[in-house]
C-alpha cells in the first residue's frame, strides 16, 4: 500500500520562499495525477496544483508565484512556493492517483506539513 509524507515545511516571512516534497512509501508503476492540496484554518480544502499528463494547473491564486514539478525518481510531486502571502497559510497535503506494480490502482493523500507566513 502506498503512503505518503510531506516535507518542507515551515514559518516564514510575507515575501519568502519555501519548498514542499513528498515522499511514498511502496513502489509505484504509473502516475495518472498529482498535486497539493491546503486547507487553511476555517475554510475548505483547495486544489493549488496539479499535473496529469505532463499538464500542470494552478489556483488563481498562487499562479505565477507556485511551480508543481515531478520528482521521477519517486515518482511524487514537488511544490516550489515563492513570493508568499499571509493568505498562504496552511496545511498542506500531497495527493497522488496511480497504479502499483501489482496493478491495484490508488488515490493517496499524505497527512500535511503546515505552511506559516508572518506578515
Known amino acids: 500500500q502506498v503512503q505518503l509524507v510531506e516535507s518542507g515545511g515551515g514559518v516564514v516571512q510575507a515575501g519568502g520562499s519555501l519548498r514542499l516534497s513528498c515522499q511514498a512509501s511502496g513502489r509505484i508503476a504509473s502516475i495518472n495525477a498529482m498535486g497539493w492540496h491546503r486547507q487553511a484554518p476555517g475554510k475548505q480544502r483547495e486544489l493549488v496544483a496539479s499535473?496529469?499528463?505532463?499538464?500542470?494547473d494552478y489556483a488563481d491564486s498562487v499562479k505565477g508565484r507556485f511551480t508543481i514539478s515531478r520528482n521521477n525518481a519517486r515518482n511524487t510531486p514537488n511544490l516550489q512556493m515563492n513570493s508568499l502571502e499571509s493568505e498562504d497559510t496552511g496545511v498542506y497535503c500531497c495527493?497522488?492517483?496511480?497504479?502499483?506494480?501489482?496493478?491495484?490502482?490508488?488515490?493517496?493523500w499524505g497527512q500535511g506539513t503546515q505552511v506559516t507566513v508572518s506578515s
Open positions: 495527493n497522488i492517483d496511480g497504479v502499483s506494480y501489482s496493478g491495484y490502482r490508488f488515490n493517496v
Open positions: 499535473i496529469s499528463r505532463g499538464v500542470s
